[in-house]
């Protein structure tokens, strides 16, 4: 059988087509085993079909370096159109088949990739929950108990359940960053205009952007230089210069403002402040802020006039389609209805958006804000018992971008995180977007790994400068459960060998470093048999990456287990 990792990345998919161990059209079909394993996870409104991929396939050009994305399968969310599949926006009644791709999905088909299917998304992108679908609730990819975030829901799971190696979103109040961080994706929001909206239904029609979901930072780059450029027949599109990933002279975070909510708020907090210390050791100057003035800009998106432009697009058909929107959704976009929005409340919304607009380009000139994209998340069945107050507070830290015209990205605080995910947002001007991917790339190569080490790498041991000159910061002394087996071996240096042994075994001391991922691959060619690397449990049930022994390399070994310590003597 052939051998198709979880995630699909660009990497992997192009470098198997050079090896001429991958056909596109295997991939394909891997796809649609994929999305009939996950039907019950509802991903899909327009599913994965090989007949409709091959379409694309088949006219791909034989030299695939002549193409950017060539061969590169990606989901659309279904507000987006495709021709040849209906776009729906989530509302069987709304469904109409349009006759040309959005601008953004011919760009990028032009650029070689195919398109896979329709995604399910929160009914006309209106929420932040993944559950407002008549077509099923977007179950999360690591826990389907929890909310998958929306509105980009299904094109978020898309990606983290390796149906697509990246997928288009939309994102007018944060559509493309909470799923992001819920499902520990890449969530890449360009500055307005960059992508053309031409094709897509609107929400807030001046605030709406195109998005990108991948498992990388450098696959959702690739993507943004193949979507973006000047649209002449969009109105809303805006001439910008290519962004080369940079530093920026500051980082802001805010001094107060940052509240956690939902059951797993202690969790987040704890996450949020190892981010935190990872943006104050990147070497770049730190500057706390009052985020005020950015949580009065987010007010305005929904409690000020604004939502009368949704009305204004969607009311026609709201009206003569009674009982066909989502419950939740109707009540939401006729609030746009109501008499207190009237022209004056408008400019005076427009006056004090300036405002705030001009400050944010005073605080963020050569600078980034950086937040956490969500405070917390809930469980599927809380959201349906509170629908409102939920969402509402899923865009705490999202809700003002659009309004104040910056860019965005979000990227996950730890890459293998298969439980909780958490992520933070990077914020910058429309005019620097090369800020926010320079800060990404900076606070990916951050993240580490607990590991364990029993022998000369512990602290104040001779080959403990093996882990330090990569990077690696001593954070704990602990004992193992007690499962392992201590061996002397036969090397130079001599060092001890750590052996499981479920039923002879003992606690053993060891020393948890931090590692940085970006060194693991310098670090494992220095190990040599028989040691090897393997889970190691911890007395208090953690399980870590750490130092173990090849069973083999015991054979011979003395035993010394009783001594419980690393101290060779």
Known sequence: ?????????????????????????????????????????????????????????????KDMESLPLWGIPFAVKDNIDVAGSPTTAACPDYAYDPKEDAAVVKKLIEAGAFPVGKTNLD?????????????????NALDPELISGGSSSGSAVSVALGMAAFSLGTDTAGSGRVPAALNCLVGYKPSLGAWSTKGVVPACASLDCVTVFANSLEDAEKVNLAARGVDEECCWSREYKEPLPKLPKKICLAKDGVTFYGPYEDIYKAKWEQAKKRIEDMGITVEYIDYTMFSKAASILYDGPWVAERWKDLGDFVESHPGKVFPVTETILRSGDKPEHTARKVFEAMHQLQEYRIRARHILKDAVLVMPTAGGTFKRDDVRKDPISTN????????????????????????????????????????????????????????????????????????????????????????????????????????????????????????????????????????????????????????????LCEECGSADAKEITDIGTYELV
């Open 1 to 61: 059988m052939k051998y198709f990792p979880k995630k699909l990345t660009m990497t992997w998919i192009r470098n198997s087509y050079k090896e001429g161990s991958l056909t596109p059209e295997e991939l394909a079909g891997e796809i649609v085993r994929r999305a009939e394993k996950y039907r019950d996870y509802n991903i899909w409104i327009v599913a994965p079909d090989l007949k409709r991929m091959m379409g694309y396939i088949e006219k791909l050009p």
């Open 123 to 139: 009914q006309f992108a209106t929420g932040l929950v993944g559950i407002r679908s008549p077509y099923g609730e977007v179950k």
């Open 392 to 547: 509402s507070q899923m865009g705490l830290y999202t809700n003002h971008c659009n309004l104040l015209d910056m860019c965005a990205i979000a990227v996950p605080e730890n890459t293998a995180d298969t439980e909780l995910p958490f992520g933070i947002t990077i914020f910058s001007l429309s005019d620097q977007e090369g800020e926010i991917l320079g800060t990404a790339e900076q606070f990916l190569k951050t993240q580490s790994i607990p590991f364990a080490v029993c022998g000369l790498h512990k602290k104040g041991f001779p080959l403990e400068s093996q882990l330090t000159e990569l990077g690696a910061s001593y954070r704990e002394s602990v004992n193992t459960a007690p499962h392992y087996r201590l061996y002397r071996l036969d090397t130079v240096p001599e060092k001890p060998g750590m052996v499981y042994d479920d039923k002879k075994g003992a606690a053993i001391a060891v020393d948890i470093y931090e590692l940085p991922v970006v060194s693991v691959g310098a670090f494992l060619g220095q190990i040599r048999k028989p040691l090897c690397i393997g889970d190691v449990e911890l007395s208090d049930g953690r399980i870590v990456k750490g130092f």
